[in-house]
């Protein structure tokens, strides 16, 4: 993995996790030119992510030769494990410390459409949000997977045109009343976009530079806090994709960096579980009508070092010991081992 790409994953996931602290402790009202920006505009974190998943995807399926089902639950043991754990918290949390997270409702039904990664109404009222809310976003990932799994029946170089054309084909089906409104979000083309920078990558069309990358990074910013997310794909998924692509420009200068390496490592369990930590800090601070500040400060280094554990204990060893499970399995019936 490109350390530049892995430093401005958990960038991306810092952003999201300062825009659910205006959410949570200040219901996105701010006074600060600070707080108003990650207010309005720190959910582009999700748009970064998306470019570098469908990036991450890309390149890390070159040159190998994959099943479909394998890719798939390849994606469901790196996924869904640590999600599931969360979930599960979160939906204890609603169900038996419901002052905690008082804008939701526990509901069977629904949780097990959110651990199936069906998207469906919150029973909260507020949208289409599973009972990890951050978890919406994974919906996507795996729709994103599924179609890129249907992908390895052409070859390799028709793979970024298969999955173009099958999303403008879904495009056309979700006009149906009958499908949800969840996929009618243009947002999933991010992941195309990200595609397309591993192919431009592959083929050594991203040269390596500093101060243009540079410029590249302060326009797409401009042009994030210029506009809202009314046209999203347009107005913060073209400025995160070259955001994604200059940060690979810049790669000599990240390379060989553990810190900020590792820091990626330790996003996806940082995004996961930000909201119940932070929620846990708002309740704890309106019981004991503390001030706001410290009480954040605490639990952004809750969040922090509960990521970094996260990582270390469940997804590292989770994940190797389920592939190495699988995978015995697979020998003995003959079958391609995971990667």
Same mark, same amino acid.
């Given at each position: 993995?490109l350390?530049?790409?892995?430093?401005l994953?958990?960038?991306?996931?810092?952003?999201?996790?300062?825009?659910?602290?205006?959410q949570v402790?200040?219901n996105?009202?701010?006074?600060?030119?600070?707080g108003?920006?990650?207010?309005e505009?720190g959910?582009?974190g999700?748009?970064?992510?998306?470019?570098?998943?469908?990036?991450?995807?890309?390149l890390?399926?070159?040159g190998?030769?994959i099943?479909?089902?394998?890719?798939m639950?390849?994606?469901?043991?790196r996924?869904?494990p640590?999600y599931?754990?969360?979930?599960?918290?979160?939906?204890?949390?609603?169900?038996?410390?419901?002052?905690?997270?008082?804008v939701q409702?526990?509901?069977?039904?629904?949780?097990?459409l959110?651990?199936?990664?069906i998207?469906?109404?919150?029973?909260?009222?507020f949208?289409?949000?599973?009972?990890l809310?951050?978890?919406?976003?994974?919906?996507?990932?795996?729709?994103? @997977? +599924?179609?890129?799994? $249907?992908?390895?029946?052409?070859?390799?170089?028709?793979?970024?045109?298969?999955?173009v054309v *099958? =999303? /403008?084909?879904?495009?056309?089906?979700?006009?149906?009343p009958?499908?949800?409104?969840?996929?009618r979000?243009?947002?999933?083309?991010e992941f195309?976009f990200?595609?397309?920078?591993?192919?431009?990558?592959?083929?050594?069309?991203?040269?390596?530079?500093?101060?243009?990358?540079?410029?590249?990074i302060?326009?797409s910013?401009l042009?994030?806090?210029?506009?809202d997310?009314?046209?999203?794909?347009?107005h913060?998924g073209?400025?995160?994709?070259l955001?994604v692509a200059a940060?690979i420009?810049?790669?000599p200068?990240?390379?060989?960096n553990?810190?900020?390496?590792?820091?990626?490592?330790?996003?996806?369990s940082v995004?996961?579980?930000?909201?119940?930590v932070?929620?846990l800090?708002? @309740? +704890?601070?309106?019981? $004991?009508?503390?001030?706001?500040?410290p009480?954040?400060?605490?639990?952004i280094?809750?969040? *922090? =070092? /509960?990521?970094?554990?996260s990582?270390?204990?469940?997804?590292k060893?989770?994940?190797v010991?389920?592939?190495?499970w699988?995978?015995?399995?697979?020998?003995?019936?003959?079958?391609?081992?995971?990667?």
């Amino acid at each position: 993995m490109l350390v530049s790409v892995q430093a401005l994953r958990a960038l991306a996931a810092w952003v999201v996790v300062f825009h659910h602290v205006m959410q949570v402790f200040f219901n996105f009202q701010a006074g600060s030119f600070i707080g108003r920006l990650f207010a309005e505009r720190g959910a582009v974190g999700v748009d970064i992510f998306f470019v570098i998943s469908g990036l991450v995807i890309y390149l890390s399926t070159q040159g190998k030769c994959i099943t479909p089902w394998r890719f798939m639950l390849n994606r469901v043991l790196r996924i869904a494990p640590v999600y599931w754990l969360y979930s599960l918290i979160a939906a204890l949390i609603i169900a038996f410390a419901n002052p905690v997270m008082p804008v939701q409702e526990f509901d069977l039904h629904h949780l097990l459409l959110s651990l199936l990664f069906i998207p469906a109404e919150n029973p909260g009222g507020f949208g289409l949000y599973p009972t990890l809310n951050v978890g919406w976003t994974l919906n996507y990932e795996m729709f994103f @997977y +599924l179609l890129f799994a $249907l992908a390895f029946v052409v070859t390799e170089r028709l793979r970024l045109l298969f999955i173009v054309v *099958a =999303l /403008a084909a879904f495009s056309l089906l979700a006009t149906q009343p009958w499908m949800s409104d969840f996929y009618r979000n243009s947002i999933v083309y991010e992941f195309i976009f990200g595609m397309l920078l591993g192919m431009l990558y592959k083929r050594g069309w991203i040269r390596d530079g500093l101060w243009l990358p540079l410029l590249v990074i302060a326009a797409s910013l401009l042009t994030i806090f210029h506009f809202d997310n009314s046209m999203r794909l347009l107005h913060w998924g073209v400025p995160s994709a070259l955001i994604v692509a200059a940060c690979i420009a810049m790669e000599p200068w990240f390379k060989g960096n553990r810190v900020l390496a590792h820091m990626g490592d330790c996003s996806y369990s940082v995004y996961l579980l930000h909201v119940i930590v932070l929620s846990l800090g708002w @309740y +704890l601070q309106a019981s $004991l009508d503390l001030a706001p500040a410290p009480v954040i400060a605490a639990c952004i280094a809750v969040i *922090a =070092l /509960a990521g970094w554990a996260s990582y270390e204990l469940l997804e590292k060893r989770l994940v190797v010991r389920a592939k190495v499970w699988v995978g015995e399995r697979a020998e003995r019936r003959g079958l391609q081992p995971l990667s």
